[in-house]
């Protein structure tokens, strides 16, 4: 018999395929729209394997109604969809897909800041509206980034990967870490400050930590006002991990100058969200690791974890790893 999987999004056929050479597969069909929670319910209970995305919450009450899964991979690099404690106390394996979105995401990270400093999306839209009368020596002027200091919270693989390409841009770069990172000190010309320096000294801050209880709105009201008057915010974390209602107030009254987000605490943001309305905000439909090749490859790590799994071998992505050291 072989293993019953659910894929609870349309993902690439030829991954697909490739569960289904193994597997009994069954899922979600429509492109865009998440699996209802019901029919994910429904699905969960007969299922060895599930593959799911960050849209979808795989919480404790949703995970005991399985009666034989073995493992839940997860397509991104975050997991703060799914409580991996109630799947490891049932011994599920849970994986996701690190390194392959690392230079994509940085890329967008990167993008996100450029833009953000130059202005680039409000003088998009004041050449659409057909203000643009005349070439003025102030006109939409930003910030400069060479030879800015770029201060950098978390500083794991696409930490690094943002590091990389500041230094490009003569960068000083300073960085935040639960534990410090000598040898990323050392190759990317890292400087290591408490965050309270950090936020103070830098003129762009980017905020790549994961998201856990102890790092949801760590940038607050409090840390706003340590930053910079000419200082940008960049998220393409979690939303979560910087309160969005303090950011509103700060980018209103100046207290920062602008902000680039692609990731909010409610996903997707409604049109009537009161950061759109603000001009030195550029806001993305979380992209990050968007690029074609990119999210190919996630979806093929995240089947090549779940294939292990079932197999009984060890998924080289194994998030809850004292499974296998017990
Ligand atoms: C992730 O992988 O966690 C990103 O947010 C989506 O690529």
New binding site residues.
């Given amino acids: 018999m072989k293993p019953k999987v659910y894929i609870t999004r349309r993902i690439p056929k030829e991954v697909v395929e490739k569960i289904g050479q193994l597997c009994e597969v069954r899922m979600w069909g429509e492109e865009d729209v998440p699996v209802p929670r019901q029919v994910l319910e429904e699905e969960i209970i007969e299922a060895d394997g599930l593959f799911c995305l960050?849209t979808e919450s795989i919480d404790e009450s949703l995970i005991s109604r399985a009666k034989n899964l073995k493992v839940i991979s997860n397509?991104?690099?975050?997991?703060n969809n799914i409580d991996v404690d109630a799947a490891t106390r049932r011994g599920i394996m849970v994986t996701?897909?690190p390194g392959v979105?690392t230079e994509t995401?940085a890329d967008l990270t990167f993008a996100l800041l450029m833009a953000t400093a130059r202005r680039i999306v409000e003088s998009t839209d004041y050449l659409r509206s057909g203000k643009w009368k005349t070439w003025s020596p102030m006109l939409l002027t930003g910030q400069d980034v060479y030879g800015a200091t770029l201060g950098i919270i978390g500083m794991g693989r696409i930490g690094e990967a943002v590091a990389k390409r500041a230094k490009g841009f003569d960068m000083k770069v300073l960085y935040h870490n639960r534990n410090r990172k000598l040898e990323a000190e050392q190759t990317f010309d890292l400087e290591y400050a408490d965050l309270q320096t950090l936020l103070k000294e830098s003129d762009f801050v980017c905020v790549m930590t994961p998201y856990t209880p102890e790092t949801r709105n760590l940038i607050g009201e409090k840390e706003l006002s340590l930053m910079k008057k000419t200082a940008v915010l960049i998220n393409t974390?979690?939303g979560g991990i910087v309160n969005e209602q303090a950011l509103y107030e700060a980018l209103k009254n100046g207290t920062i100058w602008a902000a680039g987000l692609d990731?909010f605490e409610e996903e997707p943001i409604k049109p009537d969200h009161p950061l759109l309305k603000l001009p030195n905000v550029v806001m993305l439909p979380?992209i990050?690791?968007?690029s074609i090749k990119t999210r190919t490859r996630?979806a093929e790590v995240a089947a090549t974890n779940l294939l292990q799994a079932l197999s009984n071998q060890t998924p080289e992505h194994l998030v809850n790893r004292e499974l296998v050291n017990r």
């Fill in positions: 960050l397509m991104a690099v975050g997991y996701n897909t979105l995401t974390a979690r990731v979380h990050g690791s968007a996630m």
